[in-house]
């Protein structure tokens, strides 16, 4: 656990970042799997991704949260958000099952991300709403690939 002291605006500037890297990932998985029966399924992943950084990125730029708000500094731990930006997720020479599998261990970490940005104080109520909704839609994430990998892989 790597606590540290940073402003609002480096937060959700971690979370954005976590967020271009998803979908980096959900699109090199598509492109490895192109014809194949779960190219448009990470594809999709991929897109949502894309929506979820739109709304990291009204916080910053659509003047969601003040300038005054961004710099508070606030104590987070970081090391979730380090772990979806600096590891490595190589996607390559993995099966559809194992790819699935990684696409869930990422996803859970992201929940995580979020659960932690929501715990932060002081932090203003767009900033706990928004983290609130990305984690919820990244729990469908989770939900999607843990049904896609039991109707698929089950025996």
Not at 87 to 95: A, C, D, H, Q
């Amino acid at each position: 656990m790597s606590n540290e002291i940073i402003s609002l605006e480096e937060v959700i500037k971690y979370a954005i970042m976590s967020e271009k890297e998803c979908c980096v990932f959900y699109r090199n998985v598509s492109k490895l799997l192109e014809g194949g029966r779960l190219h448009g399924f990470f594809n999709r992943l991929a897109e949502e991704e894309l929506n979820h950084l739109d709304l990291l990125m009204l916080l910053i730029e659509g003047g969601k949260v003040s300038e005054k708000v961004l710099h508070l500094h606030v104590v987070i731990d970081t090391d979730v958000f380090e772990t979806l930006i600096n590891e490595s997720w190589n996607p390559y020479g993995l099966s559809e099952e194992q790819l699935l599998y990684l696409a869930g261990e990422r996803e859970k970490i992201i929940i995580e991300a979020y659960e932690r940005m929501m715990d932060i104080k002081p932090a203003p109520l767009e900033v706990i709403k928004t983290a609130e909704k990305i984690k919820n839609l990244e729990k469908e994430h989770l939900e999607r690939i843990t049904t896609t990998i039991h109707n698929l892989f089950s025996r």
